[in-house]
């Protein structure tokens, strides 16, 4: 089967950073700006994490950008450097006396950071899951971007989309209008999309990632929705799923994106809302929306993986086996739906479904590796090294299993798998799994 094509996140990337207006910091507020937002990220966690790591080097054999490289400064817990030094000298007890042993802050360690905290962190969490000491660095790695994005420092590409979503309500240009007409498209096709209905008792979401440049996934999705006979809906007020403002490290950009969706979950009442294959969205989401938003959601946040896979355990979705290569395939678990949100099951469950024979990596489920392209890594052009490093670490893993296929649930890590596929010439079909579902109903 042909896969969904998907737009090449770099280039769009570079397109909008090319109209991205400089802050005019100083040095001084620069620094002054980082130093203020890591000290607003240190709470009781962040200083317990600060405080507990014992040099044991675990983290490295984690990350896959050291795996890939064997460069110490990819060792995850030395890309959070810039925070324990702001937490040496401003916050931890001891404070006074770490002033004589601790330099300050230079703005050089800002510049230096940020390849370290953006390009070679995908926020994929298996350094964190691997810590003996139980130490969250992705989240710690969060705060030295969300010190870099106040510092005027985050990279331009996701910078200028962030600030673009923000303003706009808009990614790259498309929206609400480019959503309306890309839902004329799938009516077209005869797949019916009940678009902006008042109430519902199901949001699903799309992105602008998505159907930039084709309908596929959206019409993939509906079909699947129809078929189950959900009461659904989709709202051309808070459809996105994507947030850049998570992925630049802009917390307002952030809470302001995740509450376009959230308002318009209410007003519709829906008890489930339905994030796209779109990785970072459902941790952003799922565990942060609520906080930002200040109190309790009266719905829940599924992924699209994770709702379908639910309906065809309880038998409501009916499935038929592909043919072809699709017959024998492998799974790449996405990051932040395995890892970071403990779904596994659920596209197992749909692949079981389908009746394909499944080949597991070495390293799937919770261990798995990252693709190399999560956490906004997969729209920098400086990362291009580094994701190719990645990325090879994972072509091993799959040609091991000897499966023709890859299947994914993340348009991030498809783009990523595309792209490595393109680089090496590789034979493998990838596949995102609501497309293999959509074409596969019984
Ligand atoms: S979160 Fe993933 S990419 Fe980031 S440092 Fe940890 S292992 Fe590496
Ligand atoms: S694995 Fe944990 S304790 Fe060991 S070096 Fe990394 S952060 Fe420190």
């Not at 005027?152 to 309500?169: N, W």
């Not at 077209?188 to 602008?208: N, T």
């Not at 403990?342 to 009746?355: M, N, Q, T, V, W």
Request: hydrophobic share 40%; charged share 25%.
């Amino acid at each position: 089967m042909s896969a969904t094509t998907i737009p090449d996140y770099g280039t769009l990337g570079q397109r909008a950073a090319a109209g991205l207006k400089p802050k005019g910091l100083s040095d001084e507020q620069k620094i002054a700006r980082a130093k203020q937002a890591f000290i607003a990220g240190i709470d009781a966690d962040m200083a317990t994490y600060l405080e507990s790591c014992i040099h044991c080097g675990m983290c490295a054999e984690a990350c896959h950008f050291y795996l890939g490289t064997h460069e110490a400064k990819y060792t995850p817990i030395f890309k959070t450097e810039p925070l324990k030094k702001v937490y040496r000298r401003e916050v931890a007890p001891m404070r006074l006396f770490n002033r004589l042993t601790t330099r300050d802050l230079t703005i050089a360690d800002l510049e230096d950071w940020k390849e370290l905290a953006y390009d070679s962190c995908t926020q994929c969490g298996r350094c964190s899951l691997l810590c003996p000491m139980g130490i969250h660095i992705q989240s710690m790695i969060q705060v030295v971007r969300n010190g870099l994005a106040a510092a005027g420092m985050a990279p331009a590409e996701l910078q200028a989309v962030s600030d673009e979503q923000r303003d706009k309500a808009t990614i790259l240009g498309a929206g609400p209008d480019k959503l309306r007409e890309t839902v004329e498209r799938v009516r077209a096709q005869g797949i019916d999309v009940p678009l902006d209905k008042d109430k519902a008792d199901v949001m699903v979401l799309s992105s602008a990632l998505d159907f930039l440049k084709d309908e596929k996934l959206l019409a993939s999705t509906a079909r699947i929705m129809n078929k189950i006979g959900a009461n659904w809906t989709i709202r051309s007020d808070g459809f996105e799923s994507a947030n850049f403002g998570a992925l630049s490290g802009d917390k307002q950009a952030q809470k302001r994106i995740s509450k376009r969706v959230i308002d318009a979950a209410v007003a519709t009442g829906a008890k489930k809302v339905i994030v796209a294959e779109c990785g970072h969205a459902y941790p952003v989401l799922r565990w942060e929306a609520a906080t930002l938003y200040g109190k309790e959601l009266p719905f829940e946040f599924f992924s699209v993986a994770e709702y379908f896979g639910q309906e065809a355990k309880a038998g409501r979705l009916k499935l038929k086996k592909p043919s072809g290569e699709a017959a024998h395939v492998t799974f790449h678990d996405p990051c932040k739906l395995g890892r970071m949100g403990g779904s596994f099951d659920e596209a197992r469950e749909l692949l079981a479904a389908l009746g394909v024979k499944l080949t597991e990596m070495e390293s799937h489920g919770r261990t798995n590796l990252c693709c190399g392209g999560g956490g906004g890594v997969s729209m920098l052009q400086s990362a291009q090294k580094l994701r190719n490093a990645a990325f090879e670490l994972k072509r091993e893993e799959v040609e091991r299993t000897g499966a023709p296929t890859v299947v994914t649930a993340c348009n991030t890590c498809m783009q990523t798998l595309e792209k490595g596929k393109e680089w090496l010439n590789w034979d493998k079909d990838i596949v995102n799994l609501v497309q293999l579902v959509s074409e596969n109903l019984d």
